[in-house]
């Protein structure tokens, strides 16, 4: 079984979102609020950047077919500055926020069947 750990951050400069329901003329739509301190967000370069890391298994998927997931993070100033305690308490709090799935090889994947499907392609 072969596990690999990961670290990755999102710019949430570059993503249209921001949730509360919000009702104007009869139209009601959804806009999400993301708190950059409580989140324990970096800005760099006047970009926000949302810190994430998570676990992939190349050779084992859980019980909804999913490889591994995606959990939230602090960045390692902030973590090598943190008490033990603090850390424990980010352990226990991990937040998942969600899940990876391979598909771009092997047998019973998306990807393999695209490709079988493609052989019948006239080109």
């Given at each position: ?8 951050s999102?710019?949430?400069d ?10 104007k003329k009869?139209k009601?739509?959804?806009v999400f ?8 967000c ?9 810190n994430l890391s ?9 019980q909804y ?8 993070s ?7 500055g943190a008490s ?11 937040q ?7 598909w771009n090889?092997g047998?019973?994947t ?14």
């Amino acid at each position: 079984m072969s596990r690999k750990n990961f670290s990755a951050s999102i710019c949430l400069d570059k993503i249209a979102l921001v949730a509360k329901t919000v009702s104007k003329k009869n139209k009601t739509e959804m806009v999400f609020h993301i708190p950059v301190n409580a989140n324990f967000c970096t800005v760099k370069d006047g970009k926000t950047y949302l810190n994430l890391s998570g676990m992939i298994s190349e050779s084992e998927q859980d019980q909804y077919g999913q490889n591994g997931f995606i959990a939230q993070s602090v960045d390692s100033d902030t973590y090598k500055g943190a008490s033990q305690e603090q850390k424990d308490k980010w352990k226990a709090e991990h937040q998942i926020l969600g899940n990876i799935k391979i598909w771009n090889g092997g047998d019973n994947t998306p990807a393999a069947d695209m490709a079988e499907s493609e052989d019948d392609l006239p080109f």
